[in-house]
């Protein structure tokens, strides 16, 4: 009866530490109740625990449907293998996936659109670990049995296949290390930064600065030299059309 009473106990108080991560992450949470009936990322992780529970036990179809009637109710699909921390938090949550040998640490925050998948169809660990304190940011794609350490955080739409090392910022396709994407103190998890683009696009960008750049003194240069009579063979060169161009980038 005692073990009874233990097990209820901290069957409860986990649900009121889930409860309690959703109001430090979702401005937008008004109630318990509405955390409890309204949210899909986290009746999505209740539902894991009971999933994973069975898998452990041997109860692999059972873990299985379990898995498959949450995603039919929220969008989010966590195969019941995964090992999954505490006080994590899925906003939103529509089109997560998290793979079998997928790892999450304790206080990580993925928001919608996450993928958490692999890159082969070998058995064994092919799926990303995650330390403690991640946040992973809309649409992003972590592939491969990678590891993303403590405190590091991937930027919207990010493709993720390398290792990101602890308090590490990675952003974009390829994703690449950057400083920290921050806005009012807080991690830009949908990508709006002051530097939105892609490092590879930002680069790019630059180039075409320069080469118009280039093309306007070449112009002055050659009107010059034929003011002083001098003569230049060869058809002229057509304008470079940089709007058109940085319209292609984006």
């Not at 991640?134 to 794609?141: E, F, N, R, T, Y």
């Not at 602890?166 to 396709?173: K, L, Q, S, W, Y």
């Not at 003569?231 to 292609?248: F, Q, R, S, V, Y």
Request: aromatic share 6%; charged share 20%.
């Amino acid at each position: 009866m005692q073990a009874q009473d233990t097990a209820n106990f901290r069957m409860f108080s986990r649900l009121k530490e889930q409860i309690a991560v959703v109001f430090e992450r979702d401005p937008a949470a008004r109630s318990t109740w509405e955390i409890i009936t309204c949210y899909p990322g986290f009746h999505a992780l209740l539902m894991h625990r009971l999933a994973h529970r069975l898998w452990d036990g041997g109860f692999k179809w059972l873990a299985r449907l379990t898995s498959h009637i949450a995603r039919w109710l929220t969008g989010i699909e966590i195969h019941p293998g995964a090992t999954i921390g505490r006080r994590c938090f899925i906003d939103h949550g529509m089109g997560v996936v998290i793979g079998e040998t997928a790892e999450i640490g304790a206080d990580c925050t993925l928001y919608h659109g996450v993928t958490l998948g692999g890159t082969s169809w070998a058995k064994g660990k092919r799926h990303p670990t995650l330390g403690n304190g991640v946040v992973i940011g809309a649409g992003a794609k972590v592939l491969g049995p990678i590891t993303i350490g403590d405190g590091a955080k991937i930027g919207s739409n990010a493709v993720v296949v390398k290792p990101v090392p602890a308090g590490a910022t990675a952003i974009g396709v390829p994703a690449r290390l950057v400083e920290s994407q921050e806005v009012n103190g807080r991690f830009a998890a949908y990508g709006m930064t002051r530097d939105m683009n892609d490092p590879v696009v930002q680069a790019i960008h630059e180039l075409i600065d320069h080469s118009a750049d280039v093309d306007r003194r070449l112009d002055h240069l050659c009107a010059e030299l034929k003011r002083l009579g001098l003569k230049i063979d060869g058809d002229e060169i057509a304008p470079l059309d940089t709007n058109h161009l940085n319209k292609m980038v984006d």
